[in-house]
Nanobody, 116 residues
Framework: QVQLVESGGGLVQPGGSLTLSCAAS????????IDWYRQAPGKQREWVAA???????NYSDSVKGRFTISRDNAKNTVYLQMNSLKPEDTAVYYC??????????WGQGTQVTVSS
């Protein structure tokens, strides 16, 4: 089974930027859908952004215009570029892969903290 590993989290000041990576242990084409989710302390996990094959992307209203999801198929990696970060973006960010061959696959998460 192909695994997903997130990286790139950290501490950033409000208004700053971070780029998260979601790297597949095998071919990214194993997944027809890669989504980013996040979970803040004491809150439910929420959907953030979606990437599909054929260049389809979609975003939650809370991040639209600030976050960009993209894929590098050669590197088997999906990215989440996050700009104009706000304290309310603080959360553990997860990527999730949907495959026709494997069960739904989640990464282990990466912490993003937005604070001055």
């Amino acid at each position: 089974q192909v695994q997903l590993v997130e990286s790139g989290g950290g501490l950033v000041q409000p208004g700053g930027s971070l780029t998260l990576s979601c790297a597949a242990s095998g071919s990214i084409f194993s997944f027809y859908a890669i989504d980013w989710y996040r979970q803040a302390p004491g809150k439910q996990r929420e959907w953030v952004a979606a990437s599909r094959t054929a260049d389809y992307t979609n975003y939650s209203d809370s991040v639209k215009g600030r976050f960009t999801i993209s894929r590098d198929n050669a590197k088997n990696t999906v990215y989440l570029q996050m700009n104009s970060l706000k304290p309310e973006d603080t959360a553990v960010y997860y990527c999730k892969g949907e495959s026709l061959s494997y069960p739904t696959t989640w990464g282990q998460g990466t912490q993003v903290t937005v604070s001055s």
